[in-house]
């Protein structure tokens, strides 16, 4: 079965610009969440879609923002860049009910200059 | 407030020789609490769930265990491939569901 797969992987933007990331699921989960990691802060989570409809919520400003789409791919944008959303944003996906086992993609490395 | 605490920070082993790592979590109801290793660079590796007091599983050379305050990761005779960070996470009843909540990591580096 193929994993957890993320585009783009490497990505430089400039403040105040905005991004769109991309996760694709395992094959037959209908969870996507993402997380943003840095080396202060460690893994946080930044959202969760189930069936198209956002679950759950982590502490981050409006700025970021998500979706999923019918086949349970996920994207996520972030508006208006500043300096301090340089980090890896990781994708996992998981079956969403009963099993809560999470698989993690390779990640999407943000810089923003 | 939910909170996980890693320790130690960094471990230095030579190969062949067994040790432990510890996650100690504070959460107000456990769903499950899970462990993966990272690598640099990639996307963290899912190795196990547990999810009561008492719990553990084993795979390869990795041993995991659950109390009601602290998981345990048992490390034995490693090789220089186990070289990686660790991470402990739990999920809790409130927050709704697939929040998980990361420990800072244990960064372990095991020399031939």
């Known amino acids: 079965k193929a994993g957890v797969t993320q585009t783009p992987r490497y990505l430089i933007k400039t403040r105040g610009q905005q991004v769109t990331l991309s996760c694709s699921p395992i094959s037959g989960h209908r969870s996507v969440s993402w997380y943003q990691q840095t080396p202060g802060q460690g893994l946080q989570f930044l959202f969760e879609?189930?069936?198209?409809?956002?679950?759950n919520k982590g502490n981050f400003p409006g700025r970021f923002s998500g979706r999923q789409f019918s086949n349970s791919r996920s994207e996520m944008n972030v508006s208006t860049l500043e300096l301090g959303d340089s980090a890896l944003y990781l994708c996992?996906?998981?079956?969403?009910?009963?099993?809560?086992?999470?698989?993690f993609g390779p990640g999407t490395r943000l810089t923003v200059t | 407030e939910d909170q996980v605490t890693q320790s130690p920070e960094a471990l230095r082993l030579q190969e062949g020789e067994s040790s432990s790592l510890n996650c100690s979590y504070t959460v107000s109801g456990l769903r499950g609490l899970f462990w993966y290793r990272q690598d640099p660079g990639k996307g963290p590796e899912f190795l196990f769930t547990l999810y009561s007091a008492g719990e553990e599983k084993e795979k390869e050379r990795l041993k995991a265990t659950l109390t009601k305050k602290e998981s345990f990761l048992h490390i034995t005779a490693p090789k220089p491939e186990d070289s990686a960070t660790y991470l402990c996470a739990v999920q809790p009843f409130s927050g709704g569901y697939n929040k998980l909540i990361f420990g800072a990591g244990t960064r372990l580096a095991v020399h031939p």
């Open positions: 879609y189930f069936s198209e409809t956002q679950r």
């Open positions: 996992a996906s998981s079956l969403g009910i009963e099993h809560y086992e999470q698989y």
